[in-house]
């Protein structure tokens, strides 16, 4: 299996996750927990910065927020 299907599989699993488990009240935490996930070994290898964490997260997010409104239209 290459690396964009890795990528691409493993994108459509957070967006699982998100959607399952992330509620309003959590958004206060998403910048602590950006900064809390950039010091694990996996990002600090990859050299990944809290703004790319916090950009890929609002995106996602907002990716994900949109879809469920549009079910509930």
């Known amino acids: 299996m290459d690396e964009k ?3 691409e599989i493993l994108l459509a699993a ?3 996750d998100l959607r399952k ?4 009240r959590d958004i ?3 910048k602590r927990g950006a900064g809390n ?3 694990e070994p996996e990002m ?3 050299k990944a910065t809290a703004e790319e964490i916090l950009e890929l997260a ?3 997010l907002e990716e994900i927020f949109r879809e469920q409104m549009e079910a509930i239209s």
């Open 5 to 7: 299907r890795k990528g």
């Open 14 to 16: 957070k967006k699982i």
């Open 21 to 24: 488990n992330f509620a309003l």
């Open 28 to 30: 206060a935490n998403v």
């Open 37 to 39: 996930l950039v010091k």
């Open 44 to 46: 600090v290898a990859i």
């Open 58 to 60: 609002k995106s996602l």
